[in-house]
Every structure is written in structure tokens, then in C-alpha cells.
């Protein structure tokens, strides 16, 4: 694996979030006939919140982000999204640790969505994330503080 670090973000990272979602997301957009080229920008710059997200940098240069926004009863994780080059790196999954460990030290539950038929998926069951509704076009999922995952079952400490 590539060393890596978070940083925070800035208002100035914007536009390179907006594109790496459009490259990330398309193919499962399109899988799922929900591709729009200036629409998939648009909702991350309409969501962009700097102060909840964080840049990856793999050896200084822009990589990926992550957002973990307080919400009422939990953390929503989004608009976490690796460069394709360095996704299966194992990068995503430290990424994913960190910030997961930063939840259950506080006692937060965290919840996310993924689209439907999303590879992604699997990485967010691996680290104790389970359905809790779905409709068409996402899978709505949620994890408990202190939930790990052991020999690919999930156990609540």
C-alpha cells in the first residue's frame, strides 16, 4: 500500500472532488440509466461541505476524499471516492478504518449509501455495515459503534 494521509479540505477543492465522483460513479450511473456528465458534478458541488470532509494524498497529490457529516442520530459517511488507479490498494480500507475508529471512540452510530450493484458494497460489510432499506437506485446501510468484523461476520462489542 501507498503511503497516504488526510488532510482537511477547502472550498478550493471543489472542482477536483466534483470530477473524480463523475469518474468514480459512472459506470454504476450508468448501469443503472441515472448518468448525467453535468448533473454527477453538480450534486457533489451542491453537497460540498469542507469542513466535514477530508482529501487523501498519496505521496502529495490529490487521491481521493471522504465526508463524515454529523447528522441527528448518527455520522452520514459520503462522497468517498478513491482514485480508480489506486482503488483495491488497500488505501480505501484504511481510509475507512480511520475514520470508523474515530466513530466508535465517540460512541457514533455512522450510515451511508451506496448505489445499487456497487462494488463498494462489500468494503462497507467487511468493516460491520448492514442494509437497512434499499430502494431502485441505493442501499441505504448503517454501522454500530464498536461493530467489527470477524472471519466475514459481524459481531457488536
Do not use: K
Not at 79 to 108: K, M, N, W
Not at 130 to 156: H, K, N
Amino acid at each position: 500500500m501507498a503511503d497516504w494521509e488526510l488532510r482537511p479540505a477547502s472550498a478550493a477543492d471543489v472542482e477536483a472532488v466534483a470530477e473524480l465522483r463523475a469518474v468514480v460513479l459512472r459506470a454504476d450511473l450508468e448501469r443503472l440509466g441515472r448518468y448525467d456528465e453535468r448533473r454527477v458534478r453538480q450534486r457533489l458541488r451542491d453537497g460540498f461541505v469542507p469542513a466535514y470532509t477530508w482529501v487523501v494524498e498519496v505521496a502529495g497529490a490529490f487521491a481521493g476524499c471522504v465526508a463524515l457529516r454529523p447528522g441527528a442520530d448518527a455520522h452520514w459517511l459520503e462522497h468517498f471516492y478513491l482514485a480508480p488507479h489506486l482503488q483495491g490498494s488497500g488505501i480505501g480500507t484504511a481510509v475507512l478504518r480511520e475514520l470508523l475508529d474515530r466513530c466508535d471512540r465517540d460512541g457514533t452510530l455512522v450510515r451511508l449509501n451506496v448505489l445499487r450493484g456497487s462494488p463498494a458494497r462489500r468494503l462497507y460489510e467487511r468493516h460491520g455495515f448492514t442494509l437497512e432499506t434499499e430502494d431502485q437506485v441505493d442501499v441505504f446501510m448503517v454501522r454500530a459503534p464498536g461493530t467489527i468484523t470477524v472471519e466475514a461476520r459481524t459481531v457488536s462489542m
